[in-house]
């Protein structure tokens, strides 16, 4: 059975990779608090004290907008720890998976999809860091495997943490009356978190290099959002926008190594089936 150490492991990703792939991977956790405040040193010493035959990196700091407001915090959590790992990983002998984001492709023309080899300029924070990460990360140890995640999603339940993702939005939009607002020229895909950790297994065997990671999306984000609300069986207020934005990804690539998410439109149907709530469809 695969050693893997999962970075995270009580985060959204993390803790459902802890459950959901128990059994079929050896998988070990960092003492709680560690990814925080350790320094390098002390981070690869653990690294290598654990040994394991691979390092899956869920561990970020992922809001957008307190990235935008905190650069310095974000370049440690998303440029520095991921070199970090990387140099452990080097020193171990160990293969390291690490999440990247599809907000790399923030900021370029057009509705997509992008592939992994479009030229990028991202248009945000969070975007330029987990870009420089993949280079760097890359230059330094050329097996690593980066994950250009879409937005994820899951419903409460399984005992573990939850974070504000779009059904859940669109649940409390509908309870409280407020109305959401979705542009009508915004592209990406979103995808069941579960669905994603699932392809994990396959996405530790690929070769080295950058991948666009989660399901497709050939619809705008207010239609999504209406397609979300049919299969959820609520109707809250939805407003349309009109500003542009596209981080829709061709998943070609992924495909090729033995990855498979539903198509957005068709993931959140899974969902409600694991979930149960079988009258919803």
């Known amino acids: 059975m695969k ?4 970075t995270g492991a009580g985060g959204f990703v993390g803790a459902r990779v802890m459950q959901q792939l128990s059994g079929r991977l050896e998988l070990l956790a960092l003492p709680r608090g560690l990814m925080a405040r350790a320094e390098q040193e002390e981070l690869q010493t ?12 869920t561990a970020a700091l992922s809001d957008t907008g307190y990235c935008e407001a905190h650069p310095e915090e974000s370049y440690r959590a998303n440029v520095e720890v991921p070199l970090w790992l990387a140099e452990a990983a080097r020193n171990t002998g160990a293969r390291l998976v690490a999440f990247s984001s599809d907000q ?7 509705d997509g999809s992008f592939d992994e080899n479009v030229p990028l300029s991202p248009a945000n924070v969070y975007g330029r860091h987990k870009r420089e990460a993949e280079l760097r990360v890359l230059d330094q140890l050329p097996d690593a495997v980066l994950l250009r995640a879409t937005w994820l999603y899951d419903l409460p339940g399984y005992g573990l943490p939850i974070r504000g993702n779009l059904p859940l939005n669109l649940w409390r939009a509908a309870r409280t009356g407020q109305a959401m607002r979705f542009s009508c020229r915004d592209y990406r895909g979103v995808t069941y978190v579960r669905q994603a950790v699932e392809n994990l297994l396959p996405a530790l065997e690929l070769p080295g290099g950058v991948y666009n990671f989660g399901s497709e999306n050939d619809t705008d984000m207010y239609t999504t959002a209406r ?5 959820l069986g609520i109707d809250p207020p939805l407003e349309q926008a009109d500003w542009s934005r596209s981080l829709r990804m061709d998943t070609r ?3 090729a190594g033995g990855l498979a998410f539903d198509p957005t439109r068709e993931g959140i149907r899974r969902c409600v089936a694991d979930y149960g709530l079988t009258d919803l469809l």
């Open 3 to 6: 050693r893997v150490l999962v």
């Open 46 to 57: 653990a690294v290598q004290q654990l040994h394991p035959a691979a390092i899956l990196h």
């Open 104 to 110: 790399v492709y923030a900021g370029l023309p057009g």
């Open 227 to 231: 397609q979300f609300c049919t299969v």
């Open 253 to 255: 690539k992924a495909q």
